[in-house]
């Protein structure tokens, strides 16, 4: 599914216009993306929760080549589904 498809399923199921779909699905991925960067925890009750997570430095092999690399700490986006998000289940 693309962001096109989610506006048009939108604007079909509330019958706004798509331009105005549009509008509100950017904002709301541009506050998501805002909030997650700046290390502040997102939470959708029933949906899930966006954050960031801290990674540590660590001493990764290259098995072909038998060589030893450092990986870098850095910063990772971590995806936590609501416990009312699940796939089996029917809607």
Known sequence: MTKQGIVKIIATKTGLDASD???VVEGFMTTVKDNV?????VELRGFGTFKTIHRKQ?????????????VPAREVLS????????INQPQ
Do not use: L
């Not at 660590?58 to 450092?70: F, Q």
């Not at 995806?79 to 699940?86: D, E, G, L, N």
């Open 21 to 23: 779909v549009i509008a």
């Open 37 to 41: 960067r700046d290390r502040k925890k």
């Open 58 to 70: 660590k001493v990764a092999r290259n098995i072909s080549a038998g060589t030893r690399c450092i």
């Open 79 to 86: 995806f936590k589904p609501s416990k009312y998000f699940t």
